[in-house]
């Protein structure tokens, strides 16, 4: 059963950081580019950022350049983001998300295979 897992999310102040986790099982990581989505109540699906197979390619929304930062650790089956600035327009249910194209590059604009079940991220003062 290939599946991911998100973790990290929650409550924070603007300004706060949150650093979102997604692990992996079912699948060899580094098999995958993973992306970051998320979605805002009455908004669609956004691409946040995403990571290519081995960690050496990346992209950003936008609107998160200069805040967000995404890492992998394959032998630890784990992608990060981690979340600087936060803004209350970041208040969303995050999604991870494994594409199996993304060797040297990554997008959150292809299809990508399996995703998580999402992990709720508030920003409120």
């Known amino acids: 059963q290939l599946q991911l897992v998100e973790s990290g999310g929650g409550l924070v102040q603007p300004g706060g950081s949150l650093r979102l986790s997604c692990a992996a099982s079912g699948f060899t990581l580094d098999d995958y580019a993973i992306g970051w989505f998320r979605q805002a109540p009455g908004k669609e699906r956004e691409g946040v950022s995403c990571?290519?197979?081995?960690?050496?390619?990346?992209n950003y929304a936008n609107s998160v350049k200069g805040r967000f930062t995404i890492s992998r650790d394959n032998a630890k089956k784990t992608v990060y983001l981690q979340m600087d600035s936060l803004k209350p327009e970041d208040t969303a249910v995050y999604y991870c998300?494994?594409?199996?194209?993304?060797?040297?590059?990554?997008?959150?604009?292809?299809?990508?295979?399996?995703w998580g079940q999402g992990t709720q991220v508030t920003v409120s003062s």
């Open positions: 990571i290519s197979k081995l960690g050496g390619s990346t």
């Open positions: 998300a494994a594409d199996a194209s993304g060797t040297y590059y990554c997008s959150f604009y292809v299809r990508h295979d399996y």
